[in-house]
């Protein structure tokens, strides 16, 4: 048998030993899809199989370790989306003084259309808008190259303006432009 036939033998009983625990703990812990995560979980497992542990317990140890962090990260793309919503929730309240009246108009349009967004696109455009990274750097953050990213970065402008109507509002400031005070 050779070294390829023995690993995928291996990462089988792998993969039937601990699916459904996995599916489990997945479950018990987030409301993301189970079986997606588990098997997001094996996927990573099987290009990196030689640093998996031969040991059968240590090998699910393994793919815990690596769902653990999977749903670790999931929680905090929710989070800081959850957070960035608030923040565009809470700007009309920040710049709600005399005179800027049209403002607070405009971003409450904004943050309407930004709700309707997908979240792929929210990601895109907070990258570059609230977080101010470069194109390469926020190409490298979602595992995609600048050129990609910056596809990715029209398009979701062009969704956002679509949203916004024929009369996009006219926002201006640093506050507005770099989504911080």
């Keep these: 048998m050779s070294d390829t036939s023995e690993a995928e033998s291996a990462f089988r009983g792998l993969f039937e030993s601990a699916y459904s625990d996995v599916v489990r703990y997945v479950g018990r812990r987030t409301t993301d899809d189970p079986e997606d995560l588990a098997a997001e979980a094996?996927?990573?497992a099987w290009p990196r199989w030689s640093?998996?542990?031969t040991d059968p317990t240590e090998a699910r140890a393994y793919v815990f370790g690596v769902t653990r962090?999977?749903?670790l990260a999931s929680q905090s793309r929710s989070a800081r989306r959850s957070a960035l919503a608030v923040r565009l929730a809470e700007r009309p309240a920040e710049l709600a003084t005399p005179g800027h009246e049209e403002e607070v108009l405009a971003l409450?349009?904004?943050r309407q259309a930004w709700s309707l967004l997908d979240a792929k696109?929210?990601?895109v455009l907070a990258l570059s808008v609230?977080?101010?990274l470069p194109s390469a750097a926020a190409g490298r953050a979602l595992g995609i190259s600048a050129?990609?990213?910056r596809i990715r970065l029209s398009r979701a402008r062009a969704a956002l303006l679509a949203l916004l109507g024929d009369d996009p509002p006219t926002l201006t400031g640093p506050l507005v432009l770099r989504g911080r005070p």
């Design 51 to 53: 640093e998996v542990p």
């Design 108 to 110: 409450v349009d904004l």
């Design 130 to 132: 609230l977080e101010g």
């Design 121 to 123: 696109h929210q990601e």
């Design 69 to 71: 962090r999977l749903i």
């Design 42 to 44: 094996l996927t990573i």
């Design 147 to 149: 050129v990609a990213y």
